[in-house]
């Protein structure tokens, strides 16, 4: 039963939480460009002041100009509207995926930290057998199997990705399966779905949340990744690293075609990196002891 101290004790820590990580600016000013890629994704199509592929020929390998301010790409597409909506399809891919590998590693993560036994020493080593391939390898293998798309890409990524959050959510289970409050409610018969929910997942969340952040940046890099080589979003929807594959053949004289992409998923990735490390800090107990002290010099 939560006492009403128990409860001020949780939303002071809470304030405490937001107090540190608003003190860190990077972290604050990671955010605000997450903010902002996000409110783009959303409204990338009311935004565009062209359509993704309106071909004007005549106007093709336009120099950044006022008209264009991204310039224009080999069929005469403004690379500006492309770029816009292209963060639509790289952001919902790595949304999907990491919400299928969040779903289905900490659900395996836990019942096996948890549960132990037969169905933790399976898990780890279907986890094992999967961290054996490289990413991009076991993803290219998914696909080959599914087809190209955009489905089968957040499939593939998601798949990949769930190991991950298996490892993380297994640890912590672990850790707080052995804890006396947790053994308290074992030895009175409590049922097991309800400690989990109830006792468990709460003192999970701090690792996950961290890890969440982390994968989304990595889910983008493997989208652009897929992309690039032809297996994830095809043609003529955009996404960042099918427009890097397009540039290749205009490296020379058209620099724009590559800049632009590149640095809508370099910013990304480093401001999903970035805010990731800053809830690590204040969430992890080590580093926020140090963030505590350096916030009373």
Not at 14 to 28: C, E, F, G, Q, Y
Not at 72 to 98: E, I
Not at 149 to 155: D, E, H
Request: charged content about 10%.
């Amino acid at each position: 039963m939560t006492t009403t101290l128990d409860v001020e004790h949780i939303d002071s820590t809470r304030i405490a939480s937001w107090r540190l990580l608003l003190s860190n600016p990077v972290t604050v000013v990671s955010t605000v460009v997450l903010t902002l890629v996000l409110i783009v994704a959303v409204f990338a199509e009311t935004i565009a002041p062209y359509g993704i592929n309106s071909i004007d020929v005549p106007g093709a390998l336009q120099a950044p100009s006022s008209a264009h301010w991204f310039g224009t790409d080999d069929l005469g597409r403004d690379v500006f509207s492309r770029v816009l909506v292209a963060t639509t399809v790289s952001l919902k891919v790595a949304v999907v995926s990491v919400a299928i590998a969040f779903v289905a590693g900490v659900t395996a993560g836990v019942i096996a930290g948890f549960m132990r036994g037969w169905f933790d020493t399976i898990i780890m080593r279907v986890v094992d057998v999967m961290f054996s391939f490289p990413v991009i390898l076991l993803a290219l293998a998914i696909i080959a199997i599914l087809g190209p798309g955009v489905g089968t890409t957040m499939v593939a990524i998601g798949i990949v990705y769930t190991p991950i959050f298996a490892r993380v959510a297994r640890a912590s289970a672990l850790s707080i399966s052995v804890e006396p409050f947790v053994q308290v409610s074992r030895t009175m018969g409590v049922p097991a779905p309800y400690i989990l929910r109830k006792h468990v997942l709460p003192n999970i969340t701090a690792p996950v949340i961290v890890q969440t952040s982390l994968s989304l940046a990595f889910a983008i890099l493997s989208e652009a990744s897929l992309s690039f080589l032809g297996l994830g979003v095809q043609p003529p929807d955009p996404s960042w690293g099918r427009m890097l594959f397009d540039a290749q053949a205009f490296l020379g004289q058209a620099w724009w075609l590559s800049v632009f992409p590149g640095a809508a998923i370099f910013v990304t990735v480093l401001a999903f990196n970035l805010v990731g490390d800053g809830l690590r800090d204040v969430l992890d107990p080590k580093q926020r002891s140090i963030m505590e002290a350096r916030a009373k010099k």
